[in-house]
């Protein structure tokens, strides 16, 4: 079956403890993001990547880390974690990066992060 | 800078009557434009899209117009059913880079029986 998977589904910390959101395709995509949703502001674009070793800034990329090693994985990481981290996360993947990639987006199904 | 607007956070529909979801864009330079519904717990999924050399596309009960000289788009869907209840965002490719995308805050449909 044909998925992105983040883990953990939920987290609790605190503040300044480092903390990493896996994501793994098996769809063998290209593209890979990370996005933040909270209320009153929709889904915010935080990093994406084209291809492996290859990674940008979305809109919101302060704060956050990311890498791509492998295709299939591209982990999000909070070096320090702040409350106005707080939201949910969701990895997405797409075959490409050009022409309509956007309409073969898949997404997971999301992370809860709470920074206390 | 909200680059995709949704001024409306909520919508109620009956069944199998027409729902209209809006959304409005600031960059007359922005020619392509999608939608995508989120149910609770899970991920966002693709909808419709549509490009600016078009003013509508159409994909079963789903149409998305597109009025360029007003820099709004809107979503039908007809006849709404319940399942149609969800979360819905429209999209775009801001001038930045075509590899990003810029989401509007999003409309919650309700479509009751």
């Known amino acids: 079956e044909a998925q992105v998977t983040q883990n953990p589904r939920y987290l609790i910390t605190v503040t300044g403890k480092k903390l990493t959101v896996t994501c793994s395709q098996n769809m063998n995509h290209e593209y890979m993001s990370w996005y933040r949703q909270d209320p009153g502001l929709g889904l915010r674009q935080i990093y994406y990547?084209?291809?492996?070793?290859?990674?940008d800034k979305g809109d919101v990329p302060e704060g956050y880390k990311v890498s791509r090693k492998e295709k299939r994985n591209f982990p999000l990481i909070l070096e320090s974690p702040s409350p106005n981290q707080t939201s949910l996360y969701f990895c997405?993947?797409?075959?490409?990066?050009?022409?309509?990639?956007?309409?073969?987006?898949?997404f997971g199904p999301g992370t809860r992060l709470t920074v206390l | 800078d909200q680059q995709v607007k949704q001024n409306s956070p909520s919508l109620s529909v009956q069944e199998g009557r027409i729902s209209i979801l809006n959304c409005d864009y600031t960059?007359?330079?922005?020619?392509?434009f999608l939608w995508y519904k989120k149910y609770p717990a899970e991920g966002p999924t693709f909808l419709i899209s549509i490009s600016s050399i078009k003013d509508k596309n159409e994909d079963g009960r789903f149409t998305v117009f597109l009025n360029k000289s007003a820099k709004h788009l809107s979503l039908h869907i007809v006849p709404s059913q319940p399942g149609d209840s969800a979360v819905y965002f429209c999209?775009?490719?801001?001038?930045?880079?075509?590899?990003?995308?810029?989401f509007g805050t999003g409309t919650r449909l309700l479509v009751s029986p």
């Open positions: 999209a775009t490719h801001p001038n930045t880079g075509f590899q990003k995308l810029v």
């Open positions: 997405a993947s797409s075959l490409g990066w050009g022409g309509r990639w956007a309409d073969t987006q898949y």
């Open positions: 990547s084209m291809n492996v070793e290859v990674t």
């Open positions: 960059n007359s330079m922005f020619d392509y």
